[in-house]
Nanobody, 125 residues
Framework: QVQLVESGGGLVQAGGSLRLSCEAS????????MGWFRQAPGKEREFVAA????????YYTDSVKGRFTISRDNTKIAVYLRMNSLKPEDTAVYYC??????????????????WGQGTQVTVSS
């Protein structure tokens, strides 16, 4: 398994941008599919984006398509989520996750083996 630590969350006004980072430990990081999920208060954790182990394939939930971009740098053992045009409904705790097997679109939580502790993103109107 890999250990994951998210950072980059914060408070931003609607229309603004943030970039979340997820740093991983473990020599096998480059073989893992990576994903971002989010959980708003009172709601279930939901899929946001996923990226294959070499970064050639990406998937997004419909509500963030065209606004969010997932990327990874296997040399830095990190995955990123660039979030533009943020909306109040994007407010949530964002979690990074790693999965040993790539099975697109990787939108189910059960596809992932390791999770970070989360980072809060708050978008004010």
């Amino acid at each position: 398994q890999v250990q994951l630590v998210e950072s980059g969350g914060g408070l931003v006004q609607a229309g603004g941008s943030l970039r979340l980072s997820c740093e991983a430990s473990g020599r096998t990081f480059s073989t893992y599919a990576m994903g971002w999920f989010r959980q708003a208060p009172g709601k279930e954790r939901e899929f946001v984006a996923a990226i294959s182990w070499r970064g050639l394939n990406t998937y997004y939930t419909d509500s963030v398509k065209g606004r969010f971009t997932i990327s990874r740098d296997n040399t830095k053992i990190a995955v990123y989520l660039r979030m533009n045009s943020l909306k109040p409904e994007d407010t949530a705790v964002y979690y990074c996750a790693a999965g040993r097997n790539w099975s697109p679109p990787m939108s189910s939580r059960t596809r992932y083996d390791s999770w970070g502790q989360g980072t809060q993103v708050t978008v004010s109107s």
